[in-house]
């Protein structure tokens, strides 16, 4: 049944999805604002105890990580910088972590099926890319913006009182979940856990599985799931 209010709940998932957005993004200054607000932690805090992600540890690594550069953020800055281009971007002989869906489904090649079908679902949501967005569209920061704005309108649509509608938006989070974000997330997730050279980006990827995994169980979608810390970081499949 759609909501009728807009709960905490939907506020602790709008924020996860749209950090998880910025985070996957190329670092920035406006990146660096939210890095180091310290109110964006709290917030993220107590998002994690919102929806029980158990993921409080991983947050408070993160701030940590961040702290660490206290008066440095030019530093800080360059330092994610480097490790994002490395990791998503230009690393020799090959890039550690594509973060693109396409890399992972249909051929493996980027520009293939898996673009069209994610533009098509955002025409089909209303939504079309931005002319000077520079990634491709199954980015995972794309993708995770997309869910938040799905989020955004089942919220909007249970707060005007019309569940039916919100039941549609909400559908369309179940479906994109199920076709894409879990389908090609684990893999892409566990790449950045096994490459990454610095904690920010291994940290992120965990609080991501942790997140697309609680969001399976709260929408009611199958998921198959492997833990990033598991020894040999092979697939577990526990299917439910």
Excluded at 36 to 58: F, K, P
Excluded at 127 to 151: C, G, K, N, W
Aim: glycine share 4%; hydrophobic share 40%.
């Amino acid at each position: 049944m759609a909501e009728t209010v807009v709960t905490e709940e939907t506020v602790a998932r709008l924020l996860l999805y749209r950090f998880l957005a910025r985070g996957y993004t190329y670092p920035d200054p406006a990146l660096l604002e939210v890095l180091l607000t310290d109110e964006v932690w709290d917030e993220m805090q107590a998002a994690d105890e919102t929806l029980s992600l158990r993921a409080g540890q991983t947050i408070v690594d993160m701030r940590a990580f961040v702290s660490q550069y206290a008066g440095d953020s030019e530093t800080l800055l360059t330092d994610l910088q480097i490790e994002h281009t490395y990791l998503f971007i230009n690393a020799v002989p090959r890039v550690p972590a594509p973060p693109y869906e396409s890399a992972y489904a249909g051929q493996g090649r980027l520009m293939g099926e898996p673009v069209s079908q994610v533009l098509q679902t955002y025409r089909e949501a209303g939504l079309d890319m931005r002319q000077d967005y520079e990634a491709l569209p199954d980015h995972i920061a794309a993708e995770a913006e997309f869910m938040s704005y799905l989020v955004q309108q089942a919220a909007e649509a249970s707060q005007s009182g019309d569940g039916e509608v919100a039941e549609i938006w909400q559908a369309r989070q179940r479906a994109f979940l199920a076709e894409h974000l879990l389908r090609w997330g684990p893999p892409f997730l566990a790449k950045v856990a096994t490459s990454a050279r610095q904690p920010f980006y291994r940290l992120l990827a965990t609080v991501t599985e942790t997140f697309l995994y609680a969001e399976a169980r709260r929408l009611g979608v199958t998921a198959c799931t492997r833990s990033l810390h598991s020894r040999r970081r092979t697939w577990q499949r526990q299917c439910s």
